[in-house]
């Protein structure tokens, strides 16, 4: 990206946002042709590098990149402290593009006030890595505590939850819409007045209405009808196998919400939703454009059953848009822990419905590990899909443990978009072209939803 276009070209809801120096990868369909007369107002469909965002650029905004700039990561060394005090680190990275070393490096000198959400300019203090210093220490407490045993007489948050014999399941949301139908389902399926057409049988036959309007869905998209049916699957193998829920914690996207909603149908009289903002997925896939994510009062007219009364463990305004990895690991975990201390004593099982991430943020802390690093995070995340649930159950001496969920995963495949007139009726050579395109469009998305964790349009999410 080398030209600015926000002020030039009116805003669309799903452009991706100009960053300076960053790289986007274009089709080679698409950038093979560079006239605007191949493009509708010039826009083409890309991926940010920097972000993992998936949208549309206009082509009056990005110049080809020379191949030799085309960066591919083979391998990581990390950096030692030694590196770190004596700057020499700084200056070695002057030889990559300034967005890949924003990427690439997780622990930059301190951040300026002035660069955090602006409800946490005056609540937050920040360390000079910017990781709230507060959320460290107690981050560094439970790590302690947890490595080197629980003491007799304890109060620890960990200790209390796992001699109640409270249990944990960590659970992904299901199939989402943007990954299979991209962001132009948006403009597709909604009319200037907002009313919404299903225009295949993998999309819902409703969604909630938004007070900010259809282009909100570009951030917080909602799950497909089989994501629905995963979490509806998912919950009825959860009852087979006699398991029940006091306690229900989902993130506040819709996705998490609506899988949530799907497990629970499974049983009779189940716990209302809790939303939790604490459980969102890492904050740096959305710094650019937060959510909107709907309220309680739209989740009721939609028909999602949700505690109202619920005080959240970290509030929206909370969360600091700039925090690292690390700062996303104490988040989720301290959620987690307050949890536990608060409810722990009442024993059973409770669940938490987030993101691919979250399987692992959500429960390192319990068992005493440190939080990954950006790549080791992203790595796992690759390996989650839709659904997966992991359990998290007290073990010997007032311990956590990781375990396999008593019922079997959900493993699916995805198939080829079906048009009868073109398989049957269009001549063989066009036939053969448009079957060429689904296959891409098929491994494009294929890619995307193995690295929802990497993307917004990545990963999981």
Same mark, same amino acid.
């Given at each position: 990206?080398?030209?600015?276009?926000?002020?030039?070209?009116?805003?669309?809801?799903?452009?991706?946002?100009?960053?300076?120096?960053?790289?986007?990868?274009?089709?080679?369909?698409?950038?093979?042709?560079?006239?605007?007369?191949?493009?509708?107002?010039?826009?083409?469909?890309?991926?940010?590098?920097?972000?993992?965002?998936?949208?549309?650029?206009?082509?009056?905004?990005?110049?080809?990149?020379?191949?030799?700039?085309?960066?591919?990561?083979?391998?990581?060394?990390?950096?030692s402290t030694l590196r770190l005090q004596t700057g020499s680190l700084i200056s070695d990275l002057n030889c990559f593009p300034s967005a890949q070393r924003a990427r690439w490096v997780e622990k930059l000198p301190a951040r300026e006030a002035k660069h955090l959400h602006p409800a946490e300019v005056e609540s937050r203090r920040l360390d000079k890595y910017g990781v709230d210093q507060e959320l460290r220490k107690q981050s560094a407490t439970v790590q302690r505590k947890s490595s080197t045993g629980t003491k007799k007489g304890s109060t620890s948050s960990n200790s209390a939850a796992a001699a109640a014999g409270a249990t944990a399941f960590v659970m992904r949301h299901g199939e989402r819409m943007d990954f299979v139908f991209g962001v132009d389902w948006i403009h597709k399926c909604f009319d200037g $007045? &907002?009313?919404? /057409? +299903?225009?295949? @049988?993998?999309?819902?036959?409703?969604?909630? =209405?938004?007070?900010?309007?259809? !282009?909100?869905?570009?951030?917080?998209?909602?799950?497909?009808?089989?994501?629905?049916?995963?979490?509806?699957?998912?919950?009825?193998?959860?009852?087979?196998?006699?398991?029940?829920?006091?306690?229900?914690?989902?993130?506040?996207?819709?996705?998490?919400?609506?899988?949530?909603?799907?497990?629970?149908?499974?049983?009779?009289?189940?716990?209302?939703?809790?939303?939790?903002?604490?459980?969102?997925?890492?904050?740096?896939?959305?710094?650019?454009?937060?959510?909107?994510?709907?309220?309680?009062?739209?989740?009721?007219?939609?028909?999602?059953?949700?505690?109202?009364?619920?005080?959240?463990?970290?509030?929206?305004?909370?969360?600091?848009?700039?925090?690292?990895? $690390? &700062?996303?690991? /104490? +988040?989720?975990? @301290?959620?987690?822990?307050?949890?536990?201390? =608060?409810?722990?004593?009442?024993? !059973?099982?409770?669940?938490?419905?987030?993101?691919?991430?979250?399987?692992?943020?959500?429960?390192?802390?319990?068992?005493?590990?440190?939080?990954?690093?950006?790549?080791?995070?992203?790595?796992?995340?690759?390996?989650?899909?839709?659904?997966?649930?992991?359990?998290?159950?007290?073990?010997?001496?007032?311990?956590?443990?990781?375990?396999?969920?008593?019922?079997?995963?959900?493993?699916?495949?995805?198939?080829?978009?079906?048009?009868?007139?073109?398989?049957?009726?269009?001549?063989?050579?066009?036939?053969?072209?448009?079957?060429?395109?689904?296959?891409?469009?098929?491994?494009?998305?294929?890619?995307?939803?193995?690295?929802?964790?990497?993307?917004?349009?990545?990963?999981?999410?």
């Amino acid at each position: 990206m080398v030209h600015p276009w926000s002020t030039a070209i009116s805003h669309r809801d799903d452009e991706i946002p100009f960053i300076k120096n960053d790289y986007v990868y274009v089709a080679p369909k698409q950038n093979s042709a560079t006239s605007t007369n191949a493009h509708p107002a010039g826009w083409v469909s890309a991926v940010s590098w920097s972000t993992g965002c998936s949208g549309v650029v206009p082509l009056t905004g990005i110049e080809r990149t020379f191949s030799s700039d085309a960066w591919i990561l083979h391998a990581c060394i990390p950096y030692s402290t030694l590196r770190l005090q004596t700057g020499s680190l700084i200056s070695d990275l002057n030889c990559f593009p300034s967005a890949q070393r924003a990427r690439w490096v997780e622990k930059l000198p301190a951040r300026e006030a002035k660069h955090l959400h602006p409800a946490e300019v005056e609540s937050r203090r920040l360390d000079k890595y910017g990781v709230d210093q507060e959320l460290r220490k107690q981050s560094a407490t439970v790590q302690r505590k947890s490595s080197t045993g629980t003491k007799k007489g304890s109060t620890s948050s960990n200790s209390a939850a796992a001699a109640a014999g409270a249990t944990a399941f960590v659970m992904r949301h299901g199939e989402r819409m943007d990954f299979v139908f991209g962001v132009d389902w948006i403009h597709k399926c909604f009319d200037g $007045e &907002g009313n919404f /057409t +299903r225009l295949d @049988l993998n999309m819902p036959k409703s969604v909630p =209405k938004r007070r900010s309007g259809p !282009g909100a869905y570009v951030r917080d998209p909602p799950l497909t009808y089989m994501g629905v049916f995963q979490a509806q699957t998912t919950g009825r193998a959860m009852k087979d196998h006699g398991i029940t829920f006091s306690r229900v914690f989902t993130s506040p996207a819709l996705r998490s919400i609506q899988t949530a909603a799907g497990v629970l149908e499974a049983f009779k009289d189940p716990p209302k939703l809790c939303i939790e903002p604490g459980l969102y997925e890492w904050l740096g896939w959305v710094r650019e454009a937060h959510p909107d994510w709907l309220s309680t009062a739209e989740l009721q007219a939609a028909g999602v059953s949700v505690d109202s009364e619920y005080q959240p463990c970290f509030s929206a305004h909370q969360l600091d848009f700039n925090e690292d990895v $690390e &700062g996303f690991y /104490t +988040r989720n975990g @301290l959620v987690v822990r307050r949890i536990m201390q =608060k409810h722990g004593h009442e024993g !059973g099982n409770f669940l938490f419905v987030a993101h691919a991430s979250s399987l692992d943020t959500c429960t390192r802390q319990l068992i005493g590990a440190t939080p990954r690093s950006h790549i080791d995070m992203t790595r796992i995340t690759q390996r989650v899909p839709y659904c997966a649930v992991v359990t998290c159950c007290p073990g010997p001496e007032q311990t956590w443990q990781l375990k396999n969920p008593p019922f079997p995963a959900l493993t699916h495949g995805q198939n080829i978009k079906f048009n009868a007139i073109q398989t049957f009726i269009t001549p063989e050579s066009t036939y053969d072209r448009d079957m060429q395109d689904d296959l891409e469009n098929l491994a494009r998305h294929s890619a995307r939803s193995k690295s929802s964790s990497l993307s917004v349009a990545p990963v999981k999410k």
